[in-house]
């Protein structure tokens, strides 16, 4: 394949752009919207540190696991992709395989991250790797290309980490005390304190835990003890969100006096013996700790459905998040119900955000939420953008449609990247021209109203005003 410019009008101005109406929703309000970025993976020392990387592989490749599914798929050997090949020649492979990506979002992501930042406007293939290597590292040299020269020219307002509650946000202090303008803000992230099935890993956890508060955990009066005490220092760094990723909601809460003196003696045991009711465990403990989001006016968000390290083997020899993980067909709808319901029978349920991961349960999740709006905040249930194997144009698609259908579009709080990438952030503008793209064809068919200004306003909304107004930014 030679090194050839665009054709086709392949990622144009007006890329998924469809109609005049589209293009002018697109272009004239929404291209030069900020991004709210709630939910993602960055590392904050790499904000804080301002880090710049020495190539392209370092800054593109490493950490995603998109990318390196796709290669596997292609037969491409391990060294290549996480192993110990040079980051030139993996970058090399992972160029020889894009074209084999058609149809894949990656094809789409792959060359709206090369054009920007980098203004590469080339099929990324064998025989433009070596130049598109080299014009991209030389880019990465300069300040602009810097994680924070980064983050300032995508636009992004607030970036919303995914924090550990053992963290000590050294990271995000040093980023409050100097005067950069993005917003870097911890996301607390419970999941390992809930996790009593791994009773080696959860023990070790609480270890950890116990030395970090100086709680002595003994039971669940001191666990909560502990989990607070991070909550509290997490809110004293501008923490105002909560996350969390599940298999599904507990639907079980009943934390009997049996169950705390096991949990005592799990707590201090020194054998194998699983605890007996690890459902009763986290459903109690995920319930007291939603409370106290709720007292501090908190945004809580579950992540529903993944099927996660199904390789073993592949597990064993690159550890979790390495590209091994699917979509599961968990029971949703009635855990969903009791475990929300739960909370608002005591109106101690706060602003929710929930993600779905199988499609099939998309209608699920659109109609549960309007359940619990209550009237007392505008979209204070949301249903969550397409996440992880449903955030490309299908998934976006189908998600909005069900969000129209079964509930109000013109809350929803809009897309995030979910990504360990700093290069992702075109996700956004995947998301909004493909926004553009529905309302601009439905009024072009006489389906909405052909009134710019009017349908204009909801689209901002979506993109940027409602996130601004859900988290208090």
Known sequence: ?????????????????????????????????????????????????????????EIWLKGDHYKWRAMRTLGIDEKWITGNGSDKEKFKTWARCVPKTLRNPLFHWTHMELKNPF?????????????IYSHCNEQLRHDSFSTKGLLQHFKVEMVCTTDDPIDDLRH????????????????????????IAHKERFLAYIQSLSH???V?????????????????????????????????????????????????????????KPFSQPEAFSGFLLKELC?????KKWVQQFHLGALRNNNTRMFGLLGPDTGFDSIGDYTQAERLSVFLNELDKTN??????????????????????????????????????????????????KQLNALSNMGLISTFIG???????????????????????????EMENGILPNDEKWIAGIIKGICYDNAKEYFNL
């Open 291 to 295: 409370k106290i989001y709720h007292q």
């Open 216 to 272: 002595s955990i003994t039971g669940m009066d001191s666990l909560l003890e502990a989990l607070h005490n991070r909550i509290d220092y997490f809110e004293e760094a501008g923490c105002t969100i909560a996350d969390h990723g599940l298999v599904s909601l507990p639907a079980n809460f009943a934390f009997t006096k049996e169950l705390e003196k096991e949990l005592e003696w799990f707590l201090k045991s020194g054998n194998d």
């Open 119 to 131: 203004g590469i406007n080339q099929y990324l293939n064998e025989d433009t790797a070596e130049a």
């Open 1 to 57: 394949m030679k090194m050839t410019d665009y054709q086709n009008h392949f990622l144009s101005a007006d890329f998924l752009l469809f109609s005049q109406t589209a293009k002018k929703l697109y272009h004239d309000h929404v291209v030069d919207l900020p991004i709210i970025d709630y939910h993602n993976h960055l590392p904050p020392a790499e904000i804080a540190d301002n880090k710049k990387f020495s190539n392209l592989t």
């Open 172 to 195: 995000h202090k040093k980023l409050v005390a100097g005067s950069f303008g993005v917003k870097i803000l911890p996301g607390f992230r419970p999941d390992k304190a809930l996790n």
């Open 348 to 397: 101690e349920l706060g602003k929710t955000v929930i993600y779905n991961l199988n499609p099939a349960d998309n209608e699920v999740f659109a109609s549960m939420v309007g359940n619990f709006n209550d009237g007392s905040i505008k979209g204070k249930i949301q249903f969550g953008s397409g996440w992880w194997f449903l955030d490309q144009k299908d998934g976006m698609e």
């Open 415 to 441: 897309m995030l990247t979910d990504s360990r990438s700093f290069l992702s952030f075109p996700r956004h503008e995947y998301f909004r021209r493909i926004l553009c793209n529905i309302f601009g064809e």
């Open 212 to 214: 970090v508060t100086s």
